[in-house]
């Protein structure tokens, strides 16, 4: 099965590449409970300082964190719809009530619908994702600014993707760390999706408010050294992200020109695709025979007329262009 649905990096990276790192490992013991290697290997890639940085098993569990550090049972949660799934599952387990606003027509962030929103519900938490999953959209540093400033709770700002996109916005954090919290993940661009590692950066008392709801032992000894090694040698990763940037904006262009097929813009290493809803079932069944696993939404998701394709290598993208064009000849 060709993976195209779960954003994965499409580049191994190569095991004697990192063998080195966990040589010394003494399997018989516990990780470092305060993973100190790897969150200094994050403070020097990022520039934060090691004391407001809190690492975990994947965002998954950060965002988990965040939720039972900053929300009780019955408070509100607040994101923007379609977003990441996870925000909504946490906040359920958590018996808070999640709130998510509609998109625009076209499927963008509705702003002022968000702020209108955000005033009247006054959540205890606020969930943003930046590029966001599933559309792809970038969002400016100044609603972002606005939402942070007339949020009575945190806000959490989730940078999955970032490496993919244009900024990040790490240089505004300074001024507004003890309101955000900013998410990070060695699983996309690091192409690390096997370890389970993500990170989170704020001021050193949200960050122990993190730590209080941490379970122990949360990342593997394994996963803290080749998460570190990885985050110490960026230079793979770089050329890994220069080569998916190029193929997505080939890829985008070259969806353009096939009939039926209108994808969104993206700062991620996925394209959001809309199409008629009557094709989407004849699109999925073309790519489910030839043995590519491309993510379709379903009815119930809001997004039954759009199915997303992550950024593979350039021959796998070629095969998705192939079929996407085969399948819409024979639509009407």
Same mark, same amino acid.
């Given at each position: 099965?060709?993976?195209?649905?779960?954003?994965?990096n499409?580049?191994e990276r190569? +095991?004697?590449?990192?063998a080195a790192?966990?040589?010394?490992?003494?399997l018989n013991?516990?990780?470092?409970e305060e993973?100190l290697e790897?969150?200094?290997?994050?403070?020097?890639?990022?520039?934060?300082?090691?004391?407001?940085?809190?690492c975990g098993?994947g965002?998954?569990e950060?965002i988990?964190?965040c939720?039972?550090a900053?929300?009780?049972p019955?408070?509100k949660?607040l994101?923007?719809?379609?977003?990441?799934?996870?925000?909504?599952?946490?906040? #359920?387990?958590?018996?808070?009530?999640?709130?998510e606003t509609?998109?625009?027509e076209? &499927?963008?962030?509705?702003?002022?619908?968000?702020?209108?929103r &955000?005033?009247?519900?006054q959540?205890?938490?606020?969930?943003?994702c930046?590029p966001n999953n599933?559309t792809g959209e970038r969002?400016t540093?100044s609603f972002? #600014?606005k939402?942070?400033?007339? $949020?009575?709770?945190m806000?959490?700002?989730?940078?999955?993707y970032?490496?993919?996109?244009l900024? $990040?916005?790490?240089?505004?954090?300074p001024?507004?760390?003890?309101k955000?919290?900013?998410?990070r993940t060695?699983?996309?661009?690091?192409g690390l999706?096997? /370890?389970?590692?993500?990170?989170?950066?704020t001021?050193e $008392?949200?960050a122990?408010a /993190?730590n209080?709801?941490?379970?122990?032992?949360?990342v593997?000894?394994?996963s803290?050294? +080749?998460?570190?090694?990885a985050l110490?040698n960026?230079?793979v990763? #770089?050329?890994q992200?220069a080569?998916?940037?190029a193929?997505?904006d080939?890829?985008?262009?070259?969806?353009?020109q096939?009939r039926?097929?209108?994808?969104l813009?993206s700062?991620?290493?996925?394209? /959001?695709?809309?199409?008629?809803?009557?094709?989407?079932s004849?699109?999925?069944s073309?790519?489910?025979?030839?043995g590519?696993?491309?993510?379709?939404?379903?009815?119930q998701?809001?997004?039954?007329?759009y199915?997303?394709v992550?950024i593979?290598k350039?021959?796998?993208?070629?095969a998705?262009?192939?079929?996407?064009? #085969?399948?819409?000849?024979?639509?009407?």
């Amino acid at each position: 099965m060709i993976r195209l649905h779960a954003n994965e990096n499409p580049y191994e990276r190569r +095991l004697d590449d990192l063998a080195a790192a966990i040589g010394g490992l003494r399997l018989n013991e516990y990780p470092d409970e305060e993973a100190l290697e790897l969150r200094q290997a994050v403070s020097a890639y990022t520039g934060w300082p090691l004391e407001g940085i809190v690492c975990g098993n994947g965002s998954d569990e950060l965002i988990k964190m965040c939720v039972e550090a900053f929300v009780l049972p019955g408070e509100k949660v607040l994101s923007h719809g379609p977003t990441f799934v996870e925000y909504r599952v946490m906040a #359920e387990i958590r018996k808070a009530v999640y709130i998510e606003t509609l998109p625009d027509e076209a &499927l963008n962030l509705n702003q002022a619908a968000f702020m209108a929103r &955000l005033e009247k519900e006054q959540p205890s938490l606020v969930f943003l994702c930046n590029p966001n999953n599933p559309t792809g959209e970038r969002l400016t540093a100044s609603f972002i #600014e606005k939402v942070i400033e007339k $949020s009575p709770g945190m806000v959490v700002l989730d940078e999955a993707y970032t490496e993919f996109g244009l900024a $990040s916005f790490i240089k505004k954090l300074p001024q507004y760390q003890d309101k955000l919290i900013l998410l990070r993940t060695l699983s996309k661009a690091f192409g690390l999706a096997a /370890l389970r590692v993500g990170y989170a950066m704020t001021s050193e $008392s949200n960050a122990a408010a /993190l730590n209080r709801v941490r379970m122990p032992y949360n990342v593997t000894a394994v996963s803290q050294a +080749l998460g570190a090694f990885a985050l110490k040698n960026p230079s793979v990763m #770089e050329a890994q992200v220069a080569l998916i940037r190029a193929e997505r904006d080939r890829v985008f262009s070259m969806l353009r020109q096939i009939r039926g097929m209108e994808p969104l813009a993206s700062e991620t290493n996925f394209i /959001l695709i809309r199409t008629k809803p009557e094709w989407v079932s004849r699109i999925q069944s073309a790519f489910e025979s030839r043995g590519f696993s491309l993510r379709f939404f379903g009815e119930q998701s809001g997004l039954g007329a759009y199915f997303r394709v992550t950024i593979g290598k350039k021959e796998n993208n070629d095969a998705v262009l192939s079929i996407l064009k #085969e399948v819409m000849a024979s639509c009407e």
